[in-house]
């Protein structure tokens, strides 16, 4: 089964069960915008955008905004490169807003939150920009909160495959794993209380 980062745009979808979806981007910067294929933005949204509308950046400082359409942080207009600290909101043209959110100190992932009813194709309650980690947890520093769970689960990237790790035992696919193992593009993994499963994006 192909790897995750043999899809085109770097993008999977991560379905968590009794949680939600969330759109994951791999790459260090997408762009957001309207929803119209073939050239939809990275993140796709249903609202009255231009494609794309703006692009968000990740690098050694952190995140910054670019604005190629109306865009506002916290109110300002967007005029130049704007830098995006935890929890700032976002708008977009007239009407979508979203909350950006940094939660974990010592990792550089992040995940944005639609506030304004919008949503991505396929739908999703939220994306995730991830970087070196993506946790999945109860404690509200994860960055996909997942309340019912007893621990946290850990992605991460590793030779350019995606892997999965969380103390004991799980299953990959049906297969027993203990402590951390590969993903594979398509995988459902399984604990005792939790459970996801991956599902690539064709474009």
């Known amino acids: 089964m192909p790897t995750l980062n043999r899809f085109h745009g770097e993008r999977f979808l991560l379905w968590v069960d009794g949680v939600g979806g969330y759109l994951v981007c791999l790459q260090p910067s997408v762009t957001l915008g309207r929803a119209e294929p073939p050239a939809a933005a990275d993140i796709p949204l249903i609202a009255d ?5 703006a692009r968000i950046t990740r690098d050694g400082e952190g995140y910054t905004i670019e604005a190629f359409r ?3 942080v916290d109110g300002r ?4 490169l704007t830098l995006l600290s935890d929890d700032c909101r976002l708008q977009l043209g007239g009407a979508v807003r979203l909350r950006f959110r940094r939660p974990h100190a010592l990792s550089a992932s992040a995940r944005l939150e639609y506030l304004s009813g919008h949503r991505t194709v396929p739908t999703t309650d ?3 920009l991830m970087a070196d980690h993506l946790i999945l947890g109860a404690k509200p520093r ?4 997942c309340r019912e769970w007893a621990g946290e689960v850990i992605l991460f ?3 350019g495959r ?3 790790k969380t103390p004991g035992r799980f299953a990959v696919d049906g297969r027993p794993v203990r402590d ?3 993903l594979d593009a398509a995988s459902r993994v399984q604990g005792e209380d939790w459970s996801f499963t991956l599902e690539p994006l064709s474009c």
């Open 126 to 128: 939220g994306a995730v």
């Open 180 to 182: 951390r193992a590969p």
């Open 77 to 80: 207009l967007v005029e130049r």
């Open 157 to 159: 990237q590793e030779n």
């Open 142 to 145: 994860s960055h996909v909160v």
């Open 49 to 53: 955008l231009s494609i794309p509308h």
């Open 70 to 72: 109306p865009t506002w």
């Open 162 to 164: 995606l892997h999965c």
